[in-house]
Nanobody, 122 residues
Framework: QVQLVESGGGLVQPGGSLRLSCAAS??????MGWFRQAPGKEREFVAV????????NYADSAKGRFTISKDIAKNTVYLQMNSLKPEDTAIYYC?????????????????WGQGTQVTVSS
């Protein structure tokens, strides 16, 4: 009965911003990750954060533009996306793992949200 529910996606112009949210329930996890999948492409790592401590990491494509954060009291993880580009267009997924290694591989995560569509277009 673990549930991860993403929200905050939508249509935005290039250079704009969006904040995605992932509300987690039904479990306690070590790390939370954001992934994305564009049409015809493999699912790719975007960002990761640990529930305890201050560990974060980002894909090269996200560094300097995206920020992952958490609200422990609300069991919610956020992805602030700034300076969005058309190539950021994808379905964005929240994922949870009991472990803290190989965080960049989708197969390392046991639980996934339903995804939220982000479209960057003029």
């Amino acid at each position: 009965q673990v549930q991860l529910v993403e929200s905050g996606g939508g249509l935005v112009q290039p250079g704009g911003s969006l904040r995605l949210s992932c509300a987690a329930s039904g479990g306690t996890f070590n790390i939370m990750g954001w992934f994305r999948q564009a049409p015809g492409k493999e699912r790719e790592f975007v960002a990761v954060v640990s529930w305890s401590g201050g560990f974060t990491n980002y894909a090269d494509s996200a560094k300097g533009r995206f920020t992952i954060s958490k609200d422990i009291a609300k069991n919610t993880v956020y992805l602030q996306m700034n300076s969005l580009k058309p190539e950021d267009t994808a379905i964005y997924y929240c994922a949870a793992s009991m472990r803290a290694y190989n965080y960049y591989f989708p197969t390392s995560y046991a639980y996934w949200g339903q995804g939220t569509q982000v479209t960057v277009s003029s």
